[in-house]
């Protein structure tokens, strides 16, 4: 057998930094090792890994009570379809979680009519709903990398019961995941329930693939979240994050990544936005045709074709807010005013309904690139002219950010300064104190430091420092030299946040940051009006 070659690609060497060709080369390494045993599959007849063929998918009969929004693509197939076994499965809301969802997978090879088999038992999925192909073409680059053809596909479930767990199996023509040699791929997810409840969510940014990411996603799967929130920078396909056709750019890590992520995506809803690395050109303008072939989010936003990454939906008595900072960043300005004004323009109008809605107690928006941060990337000004003013306005009740590897949360932020001091364990109400801006940025990549003189800082390591000399970017990309007091809690390490949201009488938001072992390094409460 001939040894694999797991060198970077001489032109492709030529666009990274020291540190880039050190993250490729050890991701490449965790990739061969993941895929051996679905290279030993394929080799016995079996593709579970990419393949490079086309199919037709053409609809199939949507239930009662249940149905599709997908339009199949027409393509043709010369692979039998019980040769390909699907992989990847990911969730996510429609519009409305009580009553929507969006199922996701991903396929070696394109098949003919693809579907979701739904039910409310695992040996009853009495309902077949069609689902549409979105096939995507990545052009090779001679001495980089060859041309891949990945096959992505969606079905829309809508009409569902609130409050009600579903359990579901993804097939084509060839396999049925009713049948008993395909039981096992059998999975559940829950509706939203119909009338606001106590829930958990969780949200991390900056995940990619290896072995810190696959033990964050183990971590919080443990937790069993009503959904995930993910801030941006997913997958790291794209290396250098410059969203240029110049940045090195290996389509192939989607497969692993989609892989890694299933045991948890396939029962959890993954609510993702969009990052620096997440703008992938060689797909469309704006970088966003992988993203658009990828995912199924709610299309609420300005343009769901050009900024797939904003959207809203409600979950119990909160409204949730996606937003694609890249629209707005000054440090990596390659998508900058992409949405000339509307996305911004959407955010004022979205803030404002969702604080008319009389069962939404508690607003929280969540993007990449970090309002207030001091870690490497430290904060973006561009975030803080185009955004924060309505923040303020609308009195959102909480930040989550990736971009900086690391976890860290503020203060209460009025005006740019401390308007109220939340120690850990402590409490702040949004309407008279500011807003509490969260650094989530520990999802699986390497970690990033903190400034000289800003010591880590966390529950059972409390190192009060009472200044900062940080930066943040200003619109000439220009790091602008700034001290600040609201940086408190500060934690080097792989994390997530999971907050329950309480309704009743008196409704709360009970923030925790966990470290990767589960234990909890940061706490406090969002109250409003208390």
């Not at 009495?126 to 596909?153: C, F, K, N, S």
């Not at 430091?449 to 800003?454: D, L, T, V, Y």
């Not at 329950?500 to 709360?508: F, I």
Request: charged content about 20%.
């Amino acid at each position: 057998m001939e040894t694999p070659d797991f060198g970077i690609p001489p032109r492709l060497a030529e666009r990274m930094s020291m540190a880039e060709q050190h993250e490729y080369l050890r991701t490449r390494l965790f990739r061969r090792r993941s895929l051996v045993t679905a290279g030993a599959v394929a080799a016995g007849g079996l593709l579970t890994g990419c393949g490079g063929v086309t199919s037709t998918g053409t609809p199939a009969t949507s239930p009662a009570g249940v149905s599709s929004g997908a339009v199949p693509s027409p393509v043709t197939s010369k692979v039998r379809g019980a040769h390909v076994i699907p992989f990847g499965r990911h969730l996510a809301f429609g519009a409305d979680p009580k009553t929507q969802m969006r199922i996701s997978w991903q396929l070696p090879a394109a098949v003919r009519k693809p579907y979701v088999r739904v039910g409310l038992r695992p040996d009853q999925l009495t309902h077949r709903v069609a689902a549409e192909i979105r096939d995507l073409h990545t052009p090779g680059v001679t001495g980089v990398r060859p041309a891949v053809e990945q096959y992505y596909v969606h079905a829309a479930l809508d009409g569902l019961t609130p409050g009600t767990t579903y359990y579901y199996g993804v097939g084509h023509e060839g396999f049925d995941p009713a049948s008993a040699a395909h039981r096992a791929t059998i999975t559940a997810f829950r509706t939203a329930p119909a009338r606001p409840a106590s829930f958990t969510f969780t949200a991390f940014g900056d995940q990619g693939v290896g072995t810190s990411a696959a033990a964050n996603d183990s971590a919080l799967r443990r937790l069993k979240p009503a959904f995930h929130l993910h801030a941006g920078d997913i997958c790291y396909a794209d290396v250098n994050g410059q969203g240029k056709k110049s940045d090195g750019y290996d389509p192939t890590f989607w497969d692993l990544f989609l892989k890694q992520t299933e045991p948890v995506a396939r029962s959890v809803p993954w609510m993702v936005t969009t990052g620096n690395h997440d703008m992938e050109a060689w797909y469309s303008p704006d970088g966003y045709g992988g993203q658009l072939a990828r995912w199924s989010l709610p299309a609420d936003g300005p343009d769901p074709r050009t900024a797939p990454g904003v959207y809203s939906f409600v979950y119990g008595n909160v409204g949730f807010v996606a937003l694609d900072a890249n629209d707005v960043s000054y440090e990596i300005p390659a998508n900058l005013g992409h949405t000339h004004g509307r996305q911004t323009a959407w955010l004022d109008r979205t803030l404002a309904r969702l604080r008319a809605a009389k069962d939404v107690d508690f607003v929280v928006v969540f993007f990449h690139h970090c309002a207030y941060s001091t870690s490497s990337h430290a904060s973006d000004g561009g975030v803080r002219d185009a955004w924060l003013p309505l923040f303020t306005k609308h009195q959102v009740d909480l930040v989550v950010n990736g971009h900086n590897h690391v976890y860290e949360r503020t203060d209460a932020v009025k005006k740019g300064k401390v308007g109220r001091a939340v120690p850990i364990g402590g409490s702040t109400d949004p309407t008279r104190d500011g807003i509490v801006y969260v650094t989530a940025g520990g999802g699986g990549k390497d970690l990033y430091s903190f400034p000289e003189g800003a010591k880590e800082s966390y529950e059972g390591h409390v190192t009060r420092v009472e200044s900062v000399q940080t930066f943040h970017w200003t619109k000439s990309r220009n790091a602008h030299q700034e001290t600040v007091e609201w940086s408190r809690v500060r934690y080097r390490g792989f994390s997530f946040l999971s907050v329950e949201a309480r309704a009743g009488a008196r409704p709360v938001l009970k923030v925790s940051a966990l470290a990767q072992s589960g234990k909890r390094i940061d706490h406090f409460e969002v109250r409003r009006g208390g």
